[in-house]
Nanobody, 120 residues
Framework: QVQLVESGGGLVQPGGSLRLSCAASGLTFSIYAMGWYRQAPGKQRELVACIPKIDSINYADSVKGRFTISRDNAKNTVYLQMNSLKPEDTAVYYC??????????????WGQGTQVTVSS
């Protein structure tokens, strides 16, 4: 059974930092593209950052220069370091694991989400 467990969310003042972690189990972590998404109230879920297995890292324009995604394949964990946080970063942050097999079968898993609130 695949599990993605996020942690590290919370309340932070504008300009502050948080580090989110997502621990994965039940899958071959190293072959999966890992990503962080977020969903604010009344808005659609959006991609924040993703770190594919081999290809380059991608960031949403709104977080470039402030957020850093990284992965530790030995620990089956992906991280999101968030600096210079803004109120508009407030959302539930979700971890995603995605893999498309050579036969085009897609494996897609989500964590339960962790709340990030940026407020003074």
């Amino acid at each position: 059974q695949v599990q993605l467990v996020e942690s590290g969310g919370g309340l932070v003042q504008p300009g502050g930092s948080l580090r989110l972690s997502c621990a994965a189990s039940g899958l071959t972590f190293s072959i999966y593209a890992m990503g962080w998404y977020r969903q604010a109230p009344g808005k659609q879920r959006e991609l924040v950052a993703c770190i594919p297995k081999i290809d380059s890292i991608n960031y949403a324009d709104s977080v470039k220069g402030r957020f850093t995604i990284s992965r530790d394949n030995a620990k089956n964990t992906v991280y999101l370091q968030m600096n210079s946080l803004k109120p508009e970063d407030t959302a539930v942050y979700y971890c995603n694991a995605n893999y498309r097999s050579p036969t085009s079968r897609e494996y897609d898993y989500w964590g339960q989400g962790t709340q990030v609130t940026v407020s003074s």
